[in-house]
Nanobody, 124 residues
Framework: QVQLVESGGGLVQAGGSLRLSCAAT????????VGWFRQAPGKDRDFVAT????????TYADSVKGRFTISRDNNVNTVYLQMNSLKPEDTAVYYC?????????????????WGQGTQVTVSS
């Protein structure tokens, strides 16, 4: 089992940058696929990015491709989401999620473990 804690959210102006962190407990974290999702008020939880166990593959939502970068450091049990060129439409609560299998990397239902979320607000 793994527990996840997100940090790094905040208020930033459009065009700015933030780096989110997802810190995990559990010595088997390296075995987990990890994804970032986001949820704006009144909307569904949407896929943002995912990274495989050994960081050999990453996948991004079209809306963030070229602006966001997901990475992981298994030595410190942490996954990062570097967000550049932020837009007001990126405003949401951002969640990290982990799963041993994640049969569908883009589907929130594929992930068993979730953090509490961190708020990102981008002002225009």
């Amino acid at each position: 089992q793994v527990q996840l804690v997100e940090s790094g959210g905040g208020l930033v102006q459009a065009g700015g940058s933030l780096r989110l962190s997802c810190a995990a407990t559990g010595y088997t974290f390296r075995l987990y696929v990890v994804g970032w999702f986001r949820q704006a008020p009144g909307k569904d939880r949407d896929f943002v990015a995912t990274i495989t166990r050994g960081a050999t593959s990453t996948t991004y939502a079209d809306s963030v491709k070229g602006r966001f970068t997901i990475s992981r450091d298994n030595n410190v049990n942490t996954v990062y989401l570097q967000m550049n060129s932020l837009k007001p439409e990126d405003t949401a609560v951002y969640y990290c999620a982990a799963d041993l299998r994640a049969s569908d990397l883009l589907a929130p239902t594929s992930y068993d473990y979730w953090g509490q979320g961190t708020q990102v607000t981008v002002s225009s």
